[in-house]
């Protein structure tokens, strides 16, 4: 076994270990085609397949799975990668107004992709702003702005939007629902999920953001009036979305920075640990449930603690110990994320008809019926990794 390197070995410029975890996360969004839980169904009284099914759904309304991380730790990635591109940009002699500008036609850009992405399949332009895209996109420019601040100021920040979200909450009042369900939630969902005491101002269809996208997103043209969002989602998440990422910036600033990587990786952890802690301390005392639905602030700081821990464990094993050889699979992912994502939305459906077509039903059916959806997923995995591969052998790479 190789020996560490010394933290003097440690290069501030571009980390290994940010693109394997960026690719790591696009690796749980595209796993998704694997539909582990049609699996589990078959076997309901295994629980390893009960359990890998778990992670690979949302929670349903309180607590965390690991495919829960995903749009955390993309967000918290667009932060520490902002920390190295205006670093390098002010290197390159770029002003504030032309890094702005970018950041802003570059806010602009993801905005307008996530909409156009949710409204594939649709009769009409669907208008939504909770998905990934355009929560990131809603908070960048404001992002960017921090980026010329001090890590002080962004701590203010990033506790300022922690504090208001969480007053904003406090203040607001339901109104009375007809038998007492709010809209879009059944008697059975509601007696498993309902929260009460202080933490009942974050209960799904029965909040702050939901009576802000009532008014906001009948703005804008729709088939019918919005009423309510199926899984609880908001477009007021994107505020909170933005303490994530400012915690992803400063966390770059920390790796970018000087000294020594051991003392880097120390702050991972301390923080990461501490913020997990804290998140769920809010939780279990009744502050504010982690509710990543709603991005509520006891979920940033838990989801976020998370995403440092995670980035701890990268940048330990492929920054410090420079053991690299298995981020191959990752960083073909990671480098093309915004290729990969539209892949995701845009050519799955696509993919698994076609290998139906050519190699026909039965070509997935030879372990059998219960494994039929998990062998024909991983086909279609296997086609996008390779197409991303492709793209990654001639570096073209999809930048916004």
């Known amino acids: 076994m190789s020996q560490p390197p010394s933290d003097s070995a440690v290069p501030s410029g571009r980390l290994v270990s940010l693109d394997a975890y960026r690719g790591g996360v696009m690796f749980l969004m595209l796993a998704e085609v694997l539909r582990l839980g049609t699996v589990a169904r078959a076997f309901p009284e295994s629980g390893a397949w009960s359990l890998l099914a778990k992670h690979q759904s949302h929670a349903e309304w309180v607590g965390c799975t690991l495919h829960d991380l995903i749009q955390p730790s993309f967000s918290f990635i667009v932060g520490l990668s902002l920390a190295f591109s205006l670093a390098a940009r002010r290197a390159a002699g770029r002003g504030t107004v032309s890094i702005l500008g970018h950041a802003l036609w570059r806010a602009f850009f993801l905005v307008l992709l996530g909409i156009f992405l949710r409204s594939v399949g649709k009769p009409s332009t669907h208008f939504t702003f909770e998905d990934t895209l355009t929560q990131i996109g809603l908070g960048y420019g404001f992002l960017s702005l921090a980026g010329f601040g ?20 406090t203040s607001y009042s339901a109104p009375v629902f007809p038998e007492g369900l ?136 492929a920054d410090i110990l420079s053991w690299r050889w298995w981020t191959l699979p990752l960083l073909v992912i990671g480098s093309n994320s915004i290729a990969a994502y539209c892949m995701d939305h845009l050519f799955v459906g696509f993919i698994r008809a076609a290998l139906k077509t050519h190699l026909g039903a039965a070509a997935f059916a030879f372990a059998g019926p219960a494994y039929e959806s998990l062998v024909q997923g991983a086909c ?16 073209w790479l999809i930048r916004i």
């Open 150 to 169: 001090s890590q002080r100021a962004r701590w203010m920040a990033f506790l300022g939007i922690l504090i208001g979200i969480w007053c904003a909450f």
């Open 182 to 317: 709010p809209p879009g939630v059944s008697a059975e969902w509601w007696s498993q999920h309902q929260l009460g005491g202080l933490a009942s101002h974050w209960n799904k269809n029965a909040n702050l953001s939901w009576a802000f996208d009532r008014w906001f997103l009948n703005l804008f043209p729709r088939e019918k009036p919005f009423e309510f969002h199926p899984g609880g989602y908001a477009t007021l998440s994107f505020i909170p979305t933005l303490a994530t990422m400012i915690l992803g910036l400063i966390a770059g600033d920390v790796l970018r920075g000087e000294g020594p990587a051991g003392a880097k990786l120390k702050w991972l952890v301390y923080f990461g640990a501490g913020f997990w802690l804290a998140g769920w301390f809010m939780h279990f005392a009744g502050i504010c449930p982690v509710v990543k639905r709603l991005w509520t602030p006891a979920w940033v700081l838990s989801s976020g603690g998370s995403c440092l821990l995670l980035m701890a464990a990268f940048y330990y094993v």
């Open 380 to 395: 279609v995995f296997a086609v996008i990794w390779t197409l991303l591969f492709l793209l990654y052998r001639k570096r």
